[in-house]
């Protein structure tokens, strides 16, 4: 996170859901190291007013209209990428939703279930393999997924460890998305794309009401240095502030 900004004034990022919360820090931090960052969201009006914010504040941030769960919306936002940048040199799959509640195994609403997977999951594989041809371009690609440590199977087996409520949707949800990851990983292990996942820690957000401890600026602060880890970085790891966090 100390590169020069001189060196990144050529690099270009997306941030999907990154109209507030983490995805707006995200895209803010690496903007304020010299990055051009596309801002991915449904909400037109939001995506608009976030990318006047962060103009105001001097970063080189354009909207990218995109709905990560529609092949249509995220074959557009490809194009606009392409003609705006001609390559991508880091991808945060930041969009998520929690499916909503309750989510207790034996009453979950199927459909709860279905729609975390869609957007937390499948909506990442969509965005990635879109985008992954701008990436190859660029010299140094990152792909940074948004986790959580409740996707952790060693800590939701833990016992007393702090796992959160009982969720059948959103935390295997992400228990999936770590899992996607590391066949990215594998499968682009011979490449020079990077490709992690990361936790924010519980995070004062929309996705929680409000209720979590840290601060959007440091639940984005993980997903900024994978996202602008050196050549030499990790590949197919999971990571909070704190290090590397078990599967």
Not at 112 to 126: K, L, S
Not at 189 to 201: E, K, M, R, S, Y
Request: overall charge negative; aromatic content about 4%; charged content about 20%.
């Amino acid at each position: 996170m100390s590169e020069d900004t001189n060196v990144n004034r050529n690099k270009t990022a997306l941030v999907t859901g990154a109209n507030k919360g983490i995805g707006y820090e995200i895209a803010a931090g690496l903007g304020a190291l010299g990055w051009s960052v596309g801002i991915g969201a449904r909400d037109e009006e939001r995506r608009e007013a976030a990318v006047e914010k962060l103009r105001a504040d001097g970063i080189d941030a354009f909207g990218v209209p995109l709905d990560v769960t529609d092949d249509a919306s995220v074959t557009a936002a490809a194009r606009l990428l392409e003609e705006r940048a001609g390559r991508l040199d880091a991808l945060v799959n930041n969009a998520g939703i929690t499916g909503g509640g309750p989510q207790e195994p034996t009453t979950v609403d199927l459909d709860r279930v279905r729609a975390a997977v869609e957007t937390n999951v499948i909506g990442v594989i969509r965005v990635t393999n879109a985008l992954l041809p701008l990436l190859r371009r660029s010299p140094s690609p990152r792909i940074v997924n948004v986790s959580s440590g409740v996707g952790s199977l060693t800590l939701q087996s833990t016992p007393g460890a702090d796992t959160g409520p009982i969720s059948v949707a959103y935390a295997p949800s992400k228990t999936f998305l770590n899992a996607v990851t590391v066949q990215y990983a594998k499968e682009l292990a011979d490449t020079n794309v990077l490709v992690n996942a990361v936790c924010p820690g519980f995070t004062a957000t929309d996705l929680n009401g409000f209720r979590g401890v840290r601060t959007p600026q440091q639940g984005a602060a993980s997903a900024i240095r994978l996202a602008t880890v050196p050549d030499d970085g990790p590949r197919g790891r999971f990571f909070n502030d704190d290090g590397e966090l078990p599967w």
